[in-house]
């Protein structure tokens, strides 16, 4: 089957291209820019045009896979349009992988925080235990050398989101859900209680027949989403405090610090136990776990301060991040560079993000990252945000840019420090650039 991908660069658009690419699929593709998902695209021998451009859809193509962040008018609209015009079948990510959901047994990982991190943590436990899974992650994850992987049973491991509602697209035996909070609001214009009924239905429509669902009991969210499922064929399976999982059986020293990460493993630990997998196997998985790409990731050393990177973008994320670092480096200067991921959540979330930076000794704010299409700059900068958190009584700095951002962190650390760089954009040159240059 010939298969087009508008968006192809996109850390989950990719791994869907490559996953297919490897079942015997033709498969290319387009991006606005060469990043590194496209060289290694290429490296395979997948076919990448840069730029978009309706010329690239031609009447060969069985099918064209697109991403949800296209917008209207948009380089890779007019391709998206050109395909419509041509009568070529289009469907979004979400729906294509929601075809292969149908046919394998799908453990699914869904929530507001934590999915890339937990669905590698469930595929180090089945790799562990001898099973031979597939999966979709939105991450790389070193123990498989990328961001998916095709096994041979009928285990698919993989994210569930609910941005876009794509989620909606899958179906699941077995789902994992971890928390439910705010974000996405520029989508999700009703707020949390929006957020709650996109919940309800995944959990109504989108869980097969006897799936088995185990959520976190700590959450107020997910209890009131449970309280409203009508389906009685459901097995529920809560976790956490006085849930019938407990961190008493978590019984394995993590490599990975945090609480967060903790009620992550436990999520994973009683999934492990409704799939019948070896629980000294599971623990000694869940003890080995390093972490996923860019979830507290150490990124090496340099004159003595220790740095490491974090996807974390919303100000829970941050929060937990800190609070994981300081567990983890007691007596450590934290110094946290942080990157706002897009102007609206950063307006919405302001007074958010300055409370969550209480574990963090100094911050840095380079500028906030946009999301062309979905984002516009209002009311908020990254000047305006430094201003709010030092009015909170932190030391904080604005910088123009990331180069500028590498010059203050030089003129600020000392040995003994450790930073920090989290954000979901392309903060992580920071750290690239203060350990090499």
Do not use: W
Not at 24 to 52: A, C, H
Not at 352 to 368: E, G, L
Not at 413 to 427: C, E, Q, R
Request: hydrophobic letters at 40%.
């Amino acid at each position: 089957m010939k298969l087009y991908f508008i968006g192809i660069g996109g850390i989950s658009m990719s791994a869907l291209a490559q996953f297919l690419h490897d079942l015997g699929n033709d498969v290319s593709g387009s991006d606005v820019v060469e990043n590194d998902q496209v060289k290694i695209l290429k490296s395979k021998g997948i076919k990448v045009f840069v730029p978009q451009k309706k010329e690239n859809i031609d009447k060969k193509i069985n099918e064209v896979v697109y991403t949800s962040a296209i917008t209207p008018g948009s380089p890779g609209d007019t391709e998206l349009q050109e395909a419509k015009r041509l009568e070529i079948k289009t469907k979004k990510r979400a729906q294509k992988i929601g075809e292969i959901t149908k046919k394998m047994k799908t453990i699914a990982i869904s929530g507001t925080h934590g999915k890339s991190t937990t669905t590698s943590m469930m595929l180090q436990v089945m790799l562990e235990n001898k099973k031979d899974p597939s999966t979709l992650l939105g991450s790389g994850f070193d123990l498989i050398g990328g961001n998916y992987r095709i096994g041979k049973d009928k285990n698919l491991v993989l994210e569930a989101d609910e941005f876009d509602r794509s989620f909606l697209s899958f179906y699941v035996d077995y789902g994992a859900l971890l928390n439910i909070e705010p974000d996405h609001l520029d989508y999700f214009k009703g707020g949390i209680q929006e957020i709650r009924e996109v919940f309800v239905e995944y959990l109504e429509n989108n869980l097969k027949k006897s799936a088995v669902l185990v959520y976190n009991n700590e959450d107020a969210n997910i209890k009131k989403v449970i309280g409203r499922l009508k389906r009685k064929d459901l097995e529920l399976i809560s976790f956490g405090k006085g849930g019938d999982f407990t961190l008493k059986d978590l019984k394995t020293e993590m490599k990975v610090p945090g609480f967060h990460n903790r009620m992550n493993a436990l999520a994973v630990f009683a999934l492990a136990s409704k799939l019948i997998l070896d629980e000294d196997k599971t623990l000694k998985a869940l003890g080995d776990f390093k972490g996923a790409e860019r979830r507290f990731d150490y990124k090496g050393k340099k004159n003595g301060v220790i740095v490491y990177d974090d996807y974390a973008h919303h100000p829970t994320e941050v929060k937990a991040t800190l609070q994981a670092a300081r567990e983890n480096f007691t007596r450590k200067r934290v110094i946290a560079v942080f990157q706002p991921h897009q102007y609206s959540r950063t307006k919405f979330f302001a007074n958010d993000f300055v409370a969550s930076f209480k574990d963090a000794d100094i911050v840095i704010i380079p500028p906030i990252y946009q999301v062309m299409g979905r984002d516009e700059k209002k009311e908020i900068d990254n000047f305006k945000l430094a201003k709010m958190i030092k009015k909170n009584g932190k030391i904080c700095f604005a910088t123009e840019n990331f180069d500028k951002t590498v010059v203050k962190l030089k003129e600020i650390t000392k040995s003994g420090d450790l930073l920090i760089v989290m954000g979901a954009g392309p903060v992580n040159e920071v750290a690239d650039k203060f350990l090499n240059t």
